[in-house]
């Protein structure tokens, strides 16, 4: 059964640092990743999808990288600013479950002004 | 274009009483995907459809039932609530269904059992 791996649980950072989040799965027979943004009470909204050709993806300060063969992806924010605090979340497609994802637990994130 | 629409937002009922929660995917979409969400056990896969067909469930027992509409709106439903039921559920939808594609979740609803 796979399972993810999210570190660390919680990071408070000022603002302006760059910051690296880690995500790893036990099973790294993972098809693509995802990673996810939520605020409190809120839904997921989507940041960065990396599909399996891909080995990173890169969305204005934000960057994803996914190595299939140590099952790990990091999320690089740069610059960070209070807008940035929230929870984050990997998740990852099997190969043989559709469209299922499987989470990790989130980082939460805060950056300070 | 708007996005994945959850009604109702918040919900309490009591322990025993059934409950339906309703998901609209993006337009055009066609997959749309079920979760719960609780503090200690984190986000949880409940079930799949595309094209009105279950294509995957997670484990969860039977109380846990959904089903989709030739519209791809997707309802699901709990029977016989428990207190540990209380959770945020969320849907995704996608395009298609398979591996590569993107979710796209709704903003949940929020569910209290008492």
């Known amino acids: 059964k796979q399972e993810v791996t999210q570190i660390p649980a919680a990071l408070s950072v000022p603002e302006g640092e760059n910051l690296v989040l880690n995500c790893s799965f036990t099973?790294?027979?993972?098809?693509?990743l995802q990673w996810f943004r939520q605020d409190p009470g809120k839904g997921l909204t989507s940041l960065l999808l990396?599909?399996?050709?891909?080995r990173e993806q890169t969305s204005g300060r934000l960057n994803a990288s996914l190595d299939k063969s140590s099952g790990r992806s990091t999320l690089y924010i740069a610059a960070s600013q209070p807008g940035d605090s929230a929870t984050y979340l990997c998740?990852?497609?099997?190969?043989?479950?559709?469209?299922?994802?499987?989470f990790g637990e989130g980082t939460q994130l805060t950056v300070n002004p | 274009k708007a996005g994945v629409t959850q009604t109702p937002r918040y919900l309490i009922k009591t322990r025993g009483q059934q409950v339906t929660l309703s998901c609209s995917p993006i337009?055009?979409?066609?997959?749309v995907s079920w979760y719960q969400q609780t503090p200690g056990q984190g986000l949880q896969f409940l079930f799949e459809y595309f094209s009105e067909t279950q294509r995957n469930k997670g484990n969860f027992p039977g109380r846990f039932s959904g089903r989709q509409f030739s519209n791809s709106r997707s309802e699901m439903n709990v029977s016989t609530l428990e207190l540990g039921d209380s959770a945020l559920y969320l849907c995704a939808s996608s395009l298609g269904y398979g591996q590569s594609e993107k979710l796209f979740f709704g903003s949940g609803t929020q569910l209290s059992v008492l």
């Open positions: 990396i599909q399996s050709s891909q």
């Open positions: 337009s055009g979409h066609r997959s």
């Open positions: 099973d790294s027979a993972i098809y693509n």
């Open positions: 998740a990852g497609h099997e190969e043989t479950s559709g469209s299922r994802l499987t």
